[in-house]
Structure formats: structure tokens, C-alpha cells
């Protein structure tokens, strides 16, 4: 049986989050539930409720970080786009086995505290892809 | 008042759309929902169900249309974020009055007959940004 993943949130690197609100809080009426500094990632984040998946602005604070080089390379813009699954590792261990290109071979802690994983954008219709997996009752 | 903006779909141009299902039907158990081809676009869309939100899928049928030179330009990746909104036209209207750049200033119809306008990436947190407006007990 395939788990069913969702759409969980679809993520954007921005230069400056106080400056990219408006557009996503006053213009599109989103709320904002979470705003995190991850310092093992080099970022500030925030994870905007959008209907019932979100949207994840990531701006970085560490100049050499992935973030950063990202910005200076490519601009603002869509960074990744996340599914949610029940069970991260059990995905992990399916799509090692069909020979997908993982960038996390184990879940780590993400964004709000879920576990997380990594695909590469090699094996992801060319975009960076994040398993998310979401405790019953969540999202 | 603002009305609120929902995480409607994200969109990624491929190269071929049966060869990119398998990531999403296969592994992450997704359901296609719509299959068109839109000649005005020269290009074929799979709307596929992803939760409360949808993936869809851009392969270009012209190849000197605007999809096919982004394939050609920038490979498969994300293209752009839609998000559902009650009233397109009266959206388009509040973002043009704040000077918002606009790709479409009137609907028109997109993938599943819904009503579209398009924002500019660069009103947009660099992403180009969809309003969808969507009939009520629909997403």
C-alpha cells in the first residue's frame, strides 16, 4: 500500500522576512504560526498558515551558508516544496530501495519541531523535495 | 477586510508527463484529477490531488512556447505558486490600486475552467504567483 503524502507547505527563499510579509499577511490574508531561528541550518524562518498547508519563508543569517548562496546565485524565489507523510523514515527506506537520490538518509528535526528528510531535486521532478512527517491531528 | 488566500497548487514544468508520474502517483500516492491539453498555451496539465491542495504537471506541446523555453532555459522545476482566493477580478483590483505588477489584469481561464490572473514573480517574492478563484465546496 502507497502512504497518501499531502501538499504540507511550499517554501521561498526571501533577502529580508519583514519585508516579504506584506505581500503573503496583508495582500493574501495569511496568518503567520510559526517564527524560528534554526542555527544548524544558518536561517530564520517563518511558516505561514495557508488554507490547510502553509507557506515557509527562509531568510538566511549566516553569509556562507546553503541559504545565502542560494539568494546570491538564483534571487528570491521557490526554494522547495514539502509533502507531508505519515511515517518519514518508512518513506526514507521505500525510496532508497527504488534507487531514488536522497540528500538525508535518516529524518532529522525540522521547521516546528516535525521530523524531516531531503530529497535531491534530481529525483524530484527537478525541485528540491522535503518529506514532512505530521503528528495525528496535524497538518 | 482581506479575504484569505489558500495554498491552491504548485506547478512543475517537466519534460514529459507520464515519465514525471510515477514520483507522484507511484511514490507519494497522489490521484490525477484533470488531464487537458490548452492549445492557447501550447502546452498539456495533470492536476493531481495532493490533500486539501494539488500538484499540477506543465509539459510544453509548442516547442517555441513560453513553457518549452523555460524547460529549455532552466531544466524541470517549480514554475509557479497558485493561490485559491474568493474573487479573482476584486483581487486583481486591490493589487493594481498597490501597484502590484500584473502578468493578466482580467481572469481568464486556466486548468479545470477556473478563473486565473497571474502576478509577476517580481510582486511575488520572486515566484510567479497565480490567483485561482475557486467555486464554493470546491478547493
Known amino acids: ?16 522576512l519583514d519585508a516579504a510579509l506584506p505581500l503573503f499577511v496583508a495582500r493574501f490574508g495569511l496568518t503567520q504560526e ?4 534554526m542555527p544548524e541550518q544558518g536561517v530564520e524562518a517563518i511558516m505561514l498558515g495557508a488554507g490547510a498547508a502553509g507557506v515557509e519563508l527562509i531568510a538566511p543569517l549566516d553569509p556562507d551558508g546553503a541559504i545565502a548562496r542560494f539568494l546570491d546565485k538564483r534571487g528570491e524565489g521557490l526554494h ?5 507523510v ?9 525510496l532508497t530501495r527504488d534507487g531514488v ?13 516535525h521530523l524531516v528528510a531531503f530529497v535531491h531535486p534530481s529525483s524530484g521532478a527537478g525541485a528540491l523535495t522535503e518529506l514532512v512527517e505530521v503528528a495525528h491531528a496535524e497538518r
Chains 1, 2 share one sequence.
Do not use: K, Q, S, W
Open 86 to 94: 505519515p511515517d518519514v523514515a518508512a518513506m526514507l527506506a521505500r
Open 80 to 84: 522547495h516544496v514539502a509533502f507531508g
Open 34 to 37: 510559526i517564527r524560528e531561528v
Open 101 to 113: 537520490e536522497l540528500i538525508d538518509t535518516a529524518p532529522r528535526r525540522g521547521l516546528g519541531g
Open 1 to 16: 500500500m502507497i502512504p497518501t503524502a499531502h501538499l504540507h507547505h511550499v517554501a521561498y527563499v526571501v533577502a529580508d
